[in-house]
């Protein structure tokens, strides 16, 4: 018999007013961006609420240029909702990027330069530390 999540969210006290925090900054999100051109609401989002200051996140620094530019505007749209923002501040975050990896170089390996470090080998000490790395590279030519 297990209990839904919910149930313990909602006993908790700070996660009970956790859950209330984020679903304010989930309702204030939903009129910030009725009061944005649609090209400019899906580029931000309300990030948090502190005291009387709305902050909003944003990936773009012109997205951000242009939301403070708006912002008087939002901060009306909003009063009209009935909340008391007094500031809007807008912050540039930056995506975490991570460039994909570059496809391995496939290198072959003559046949002549195949049968010369076979030969090499050959003519090493078998103790010979070279001889058992041309001896592995020998090996994994002929598998790869």
């Not at 990027?97 to 002549?112: D, F, L, N, T």
Request: glycine fraction near 4%; aromatic fraction near 2%.
């Amino acid at each position: 018999m297990s209990t839904p999540l919910r149930s313990y969210i909602g006993q908790a006290d700070p996660l009970t007013r956790l859950r209330e925090h984020a679903d304010r900054l989930l309702r204030i999100d939903a009129m910030v961006r009725r009061s944005l051109p649609a090209h400019l609401a899906d580029s931000c989002h309300v990030a948090n609420l502190k005291q009387d200051t709305l902050v909003m996140h944003t990936d773009s620094g012109a997205v951000a240029a242009k939301l403070r530019q708006l912002a008087p505007g939002i901060l009306r749209a909003l009063h009209t909702e009935g909340l008391l923002i007094a500031e809007i501040k807008v912050r540039v975050t930056v995506a975490d990027y991570r460039p994909e990896a570059p496809a391995p170089v496939v290198r072959h390996v003559s046949a002549p330069a195949f049968d010369a470090m076979t030969e090499l080998a050959s003519t090493l000490p078998k103790d010979s530390p070279l001889r058992a790395a041309l001896g592995r590279f020998v090996k994994h030519s002929r598998s790869g």
